[in-house]
């Protein structure tokens, strides 16, 4: 789809308060910049294209995926997900890495809060009581949580499905985070749950065969990959 810069420091940009809690964003979070910003450009461009080929035709969650770490998987789908509430679409990020988040990296909240591997955990809990909705205007956040000790046996329970459904009908667009497929198969069930990918490689750090490979397994296990995103190291 676009070619993302990965190069903006990630020390802090500033703070935005809200009514639960205030949040320190990381300028990783470059679809904050100005309008003159080549990297806020780029978000703005995938966000048109997703609009237009996943949200406008009625599919309302996308899964963003990476081959391996380190090549700016939870930067994509961070940024994703800010550009589409920047425009009004009631956005839902979802951090599904529960073995090493990020989101909360970007958005660093004052205080801690339970997460994804603690609403899957609590079969009777409304899965509203875990999503952060006073991070941005139009955007809410289910963050990672506590590490789980059992992270795949959380994610293919039922409550998982349950929860996405619930997204679904909630929110305009969710967008979700996941772990790299080469540390773990729990993209695979993200994905199959979700139903549509974005595939995330980062220039002269993934192979082709990799992303190959990656796109290979999505497909086998009915999870339609809508796209591809190259960041910049």
Do not use: W
């Not at 065969?209 to 591809?228: F, P, W």
């Amino acid at each position: 789809m676009a070619a993302m810069h990965r190069d903006a420091p990630t020390d802090e940009l500033g703070k935005d308060g809200g009514s639960k809690a205030s949040y320190t964003l990381s300028r990783a979070l470059v679809a904050l910049d100005p309008a003159t910003s080549t990297q806020a450009e780029e978000f703005r461009a995938l966000r048109t294209r997703v609009m237009a080929r996943h949200i406008g035709e009625g599919r309302r969650a996308l899964a963003v995926c990476a081959s391996t770490s380190s090549v700016g998987c939870t930067f994509v789908a961070a940024n994703l997900a800010l550009a589409l509430s920047q425009i009004g679409v009631k956005t839902l990020l979802v951090d599904a890495n529960l073995r090493s988040p990020g989101v909360d990296q970007l958005f660093a909240r004052s205080s801690p809060a339970p997460g994804l591997a603690q609403c899957l955990a609590t079969p009777n809990a409304p899965f509203s009581e875990f999503i952060q909705d006073d991070v941005f205007p139009d955007l809410s956040v289910l963050f990672a949580g506590a590490k789980p000790p059992n992270p795949q046996e959380l994610l293919a329970t039922d409550r998982f499905a349950e929860l996405m459904s619930f997204c679904l009908r909630d929110y305009d667009a969710t967008i979700i985070d996941t772990p790299p497929a080469n540390v773990c198969s729990d993209v695979n069930r993200v994905s199959t749950v979700v139903g549509y990918s974005l595939v995330v490689a980062g220039r002269n750090r993934s192979l082709i065969s990799d992303v190959r490979t990656l796109i290979r397994q999505l497909e086998n296990d009915r999870a339609r990959v809508v796209g591809t995103v190259m960041t910049e190291a």
